[in-house]
């Protein structure tokens, strides 16, 4: 099988969803004007240099939050701030016509760990054991019941949840949708500083979420494929191919990672006249698309948008085209 016919995507591009409202709480801080100037904040480079940049945990009233896992604060947290953003009541997105797709890559390392290692824990802590847990907590909050999908990975999955959401809303099989992706390292720092050497930069915690409606006719395409016999050159030369389809793009926020995949990619975006990628704030894993978006959003940034990642052997790319 060659690299190209490995490629997954859809002959179909549908509609590009319109970002209504934006939610963030990383290491950071809160909101997008925090992403854009995040990286020189003078109290967070101690924080830069062991590797990870924590997120403070929200504090959400209610008796219902008491066990609650910081994964579901900072879930709820973000997805209330994307609803206020959007101005619109809390309770406007209550129904079946409203529906999630939550991403992440630690999953529920931190709340499992949390449960069999805290002397405190109960049977009553063990729901949050579950990754869906975290768009559970949301979904209750804001009386959301329509479609929802759990995809558990690093930024590719949030390249297909978004893929997903256009789908969807194009089908009309909700009007509102909630993109949510929640990534929490401190609890697990250990596991996760022992890989700390693959990541661009120190790994950001936090919580992001897109609140998204039909788009306004610019179309959405996607791509995704394992390293075949081809390897990772000819795995990103393959996804581009099928995703830029002749297009240029005008911002890129580049997840790819490992010196050929890096070198293609960077070869196949210079030969287009691409602009050079959008510095990254650190390695956020899940979140890092949705933040990408949310940066090149309020930017007012020239689509095309064109956001890659990586994930152990995959490679995926999204355009979010005019």
């Known amino acids: 099988m060659s690299a190209t016919a490995a490629v997954r995507s859809s002959s179909a591009a549908p ?11 990383t290491g950071w801080g809160e909101g ?13 480079r101690g924080e830069r240099a062991t590797g990870l940049v924590t997120a403070p945990t929200p504090v959400l009233g209610g008796d219902r939050f008491r066990r609650a896992t910081r994964e579901c604060l900072l879930a709820v947290a973000a997805a209330k701030a994307a609803v206020a953003d959007a101005g619109l009541a809390e309770s406007e ?8 797709l939550y991403v992440s890559a630690t999953g529920y390392a931190a709340a499992n760990r949390a449960f069999l290692e805290d002397e405190t824990s109960t049977t009553l802590h063990f729901p949050y054991t579950s990754p869906s847990a975290v768009p559970g907590e949301v979904t ?16 590719p999955a949030t390249l297909l949840a978004l893929w997903w959401a256009a789908c969807w809303l194009a089908e009309g099989r909700a009007d509102r949708l909630l993109v949510l992706a929640v990534e929490a390292f401190h609890e697990v720092r250990d596991l996760f500083g022992r890989a700390r050497r693959l990541y661009a930069g120190p790994l950001v915690e936090g919580a992001a979420c897109l ?18 016999p081809a390897g990772a050159r000819g795995t990103v030369a393959a996804v581009l191919e099928r995703v830029l389809d002749g297009d240029r793009p005008g911002v ?12 293609t990619e960077s070869r196949i975006l210079a030969d287009r006249g691409a602009p050079a990628p959008t510095p990254r704030l650190g390695e956020a894993l899940a979140i890092g698309p ?4 949310a ?12 956001l890659t990642a990586t994930w152990r052997s995959e490679y995926a790319a999204l355009l979010w085209a005019r």
């Open 15 to 25: 509609p590009a969803p319109r970002i209504r409202g934006i939610g963030a709480i």
């Open 32 to 44: 997008v004007k925090a992403l854009a100037d995040g990286s020189s904040e003078g109290g967070r």
């Open 93 to 100: 997105l209550a129904g079946p016509r409203t529906g999630i």
């Open 140 to 155: 209750i909050e804001l009386g959301v019941r329509g479609p929802y999908v759990n995809l558990m990975g690093g930024a």
């Open 211 to 228: 609140l998204l409606e039909a788009g306004d006719g610019s179309v959405l395409r996607w791509g995704s494929a394992l390293a075949g």
């Open 252 to 263: 890129v926020w580049s997840g790819a990672t490992g010196a050929s995949r890096e070198t």
């Open 290 to 293: 949705l933040l990408a978006l």
């Open 295 to 306: 940066r090149s959003d309020r930017a007012g940034a020239p689509k095309p948008w064109l």
